[in-house]
């Protein structure tokens, strides 16, 4: 196990700096000066020039690619341009309310799916399937930010049950965390049924069957345990894409998390917070990523050996 | 033609005969009517997407539409009013006073071009990157999977809009973005199509034959990539427009005087009160459209591979 653990970590820090190298790529060799499109067309030309070298821009890029990276070993990753504080501090305070959002959505996501894609597998063919799998389609189908809008639209403004914006109470938890769940549902919802019926046709589970165990027996005991193993890895990668997801939610509903963050120094051309809040998102998912594929070696015995 | 099909494969092929038997004890029986055909159920569902195409196209050479103009005698009429011209406005008009239903034929022609051009581009990147990783192997396939693995690191909408914040908003970007950050599902699915092409036999007689490797890779190896990449085509494009309207719907998207059914959205945001039908419109029809795209692809991939 613990070589294991080694070989995965070890994988998991090399995804990392690939991908701390494409942020890095993606902002330094985009067409145009990066200090220019910071400071906007309203600034001088000594204030652009002030720019660069406050941020290093002026050096050469493998110059600047060492200096980043050391910065980002150190966990010094200098002042956000709009708000004048550390942009570390400004990330980390956002962070509970993403990571609630994100809890919220994922926990909604598997209480709900887990039900229905068992009941589609069970009674595959019937009604019942058909409407779970059309509805499990529109999940995925449908936009969350305008899924959200049209919750905000019938709960806020047409009931004025629910809250629109803002992160107080629990009442505000409610219309983002089910929106930002909807994918999620679709995508498990089908992974679980199918995943179900591929076992349901295996050897052991037509042994436990005729040896007469109760059929709730066969489905806990035989055929869930083993459904769970593939249903697990992509679970952690839809959690990624929870976080991705994250990003538009919290801006349809004023969510003060990472992802509104992100959209927010975007439009104020803060790049140094642009990175960060990237860097924060990316090496969450890297870090569930390794979570899941450790727990996976846990499940399965069988992948530790190779 | 399915009954002597089937008496065909009983008489000359006994290993097809034991597949069939295994599909009818699975509760699958060969349909007998209309509705139940496989192609029908796959047509079922691609017609709807041909008139989406047929809309994007055509729509915006019949229907007139100028993003810039405004109507001030006519804004936030609600759907069905009769405007002051005398022109009616079925889907509604918005806050200068477009109209919105001219609006989602404008922004289906985005959504499909969008769609369309991502696909092509992180299909050929995908194909070229993934045939060369299997066929060649050694340090081309460990270079390139894991790029792949890399890209994977980033939730795929994040890597998106950080592309279409730093090039800025306009079609060629955006589809640039995409194309850039879908390109690695295609590679993956073109390189197990290669791997698994490399060793059948009709490609082993080929090689024993003597073909050269362009040969291989031009008759052999990437035909037989294509039908697994049509199929992933279908989940793809889903994605990709929903992933277009949602850097729209943020403003990274399209440039705000080309009309798209995220920015419609965004517009429509400000108006939940008095106007609810400029977001609510374009929703659905994007809605409508990717999960035409869904059931499509599922009944294509039965309709290819009837085991599953």
């Known amino acids: 196990m613990s070589h294991y653990l080694v070989k995965r970590v070890g994988y998991s820090l090399f995804v990392l700096w690939g991908a701390l190298t494409i942020i890095f790529l993606a902002i330094r060799l985009a067409p145009g000066d990066p200090a220019a499109m910071m400071i906007g067309p309203s600034g001088t030309q000594e204030d652009i020039e002030a720019l660069r070298e406050r941020l290093g821009l002026d050096e050469s890029i493998p110059v600047q690619y060492g200096r980043y990276l050391s910065d980002v070993i150190q966990m010094d990753f200098g002042e956000s341009l709009w708000l004048n504080r550390p942009v570390a501090s400004e990330v980390a305070s956002r ?27 069970l009674k595959r063919g019937s009604l019942l399937d058909a409407a779970i799998s059309v509805a499990s389609l529109l999940g995925q189908s449908v936009p969350s930010f305008w899924l959200g809008i049209m919750l905000i639209l ?3 403004r047409q009931f004025q049950i629910l809250p629109s914006a803002g992160s107080s109470g629990w009442s505000h938890l409610i219309l983002p965390s089910i929106t930002l769940a909807m994918p999620l549902i679709g995508v498990l919802t089908r992974l679980i049924r199918s995943g179900l019926l591929d076992v349901l046709h295996d050897d052991y589970v037509r042994t436990a069957r005729a040896k007469g165990l109760h059929p709730r027996v066969v489905l806990a005991r035989h055929a869930m345990r083993n459904m769970l193993i593939p249903v697990v890895t992509i679970v952690g990668l839809q959690l990624g894409t929870l976080l991705g997801g994250a990003v538009i939610v919290e801006t349809v509903f004023g969510w003060p998390g990472v992802g509104r963050l992100l959209i927010d120094a975007i439009y104020q051309r803060d790049y140094p917070l642009v990175q960060v809040a990237i860097l924060f998102i990316t090496a969450s998912f890297i870090l569930i990523n390794l979570l899941v594929d450790l727990s996976y070696g846990l499940l399965d015995p069988r992948i530790r050996v190779q | ?47 709807p997407l041909l008139v989406f195409i047929g809309i994007a196209i055509v729509g ?80 081309v396939d460990t270079v390139l999977m894991r790029l792949a693995d890399i890209q994977l690191a980033f939730p795929s909408i994040l890597l998106a809009i950080l592309i279409a914040a730093v090039l800025g908003p306009s079609v060629v970007n955006v ?80 440039p705000p005087d080309q009309a798209s059914w995220g920015r419609s959205v965004a517009n429509g945001r400000d108006y939940l009160n008095n106007a609810w039908w400029i977001a609510t419109m374009p929703g659905i029809a994007l809605s409508l459209v990717v999960l035409c795209i869904g059931v499509f692809g599922d009944r294509l991939r039965d309709y290819l591979d009837p085991r599953l």
């Open chain 2, 60 to 139: 915006p050479m019949i229907v007139e539409y100028n993003a810039v103009q405004v109507n001030i005698t006519a804004r936030l009429e609600p759907p069905g009013a009769v405007l002051t011209d005398g022109s009616r406005a079925w889907l509604g008009t918005d806050q200068v006073g477009q109209d919105v239903f001219a609006q989602l034929i404008q922004g289906a022609r985005v959504s499909l071009l969008v769609g369309a051009a991502t696909i092509l581009i992180a299909g050929f990147i995908g194909l070229v990157t993934g045939v060369a990783a299997g066929f060649r192997g050694g340090w």
């Open chain 2, 175 to 254: 589809i640039l973005a995409l194309a850039l950050t879908r390109w690695v599902t295609f590679s993956r699915v073109a390189r197990a199509a290669t791997l698994a092409a490399k060793e059948r036999d009709y490609v082993l007689a080929a090689r024993a034959m003597g073909a050269g490797s362009w040969r291989l890779l031009l008759h052999h190896i990437v035909p037989s990539t294509i039908a697994p990449l049509i199929v992933i085509t279908t989940v793809e494009v889903g994605l990709v427009i929903i992933a277009e309207a949602s850097l729209s719907y943020l403003g990274l998207g399209t």
């Open chain 2, 1 to 47: 033609m399915q009954s002597t099909q089937s008496s065909h494969s009983t008489h000359h092929d006994p290993s097809s005969s034991s597949a069939s038997n295994v599909s009818s004890l699975a509760g699958t029986r060969p349909p007998r009517v209309l509705w139940q055909s496989p192609r029908f159920r796959l047509w079922m569902w691609g017609l």
């Open chain 1, 154 to 156: 019938v709960f806020a």
């Open chain 1, 95 to 121: 962070v509970a309310a993403t990571a609630r959002l994100a809890g919220a959505a994922a926990a909604i996501g598997l209480s709900v799916s887990f039900p229905l894609g068992i009941i589609a597998a």
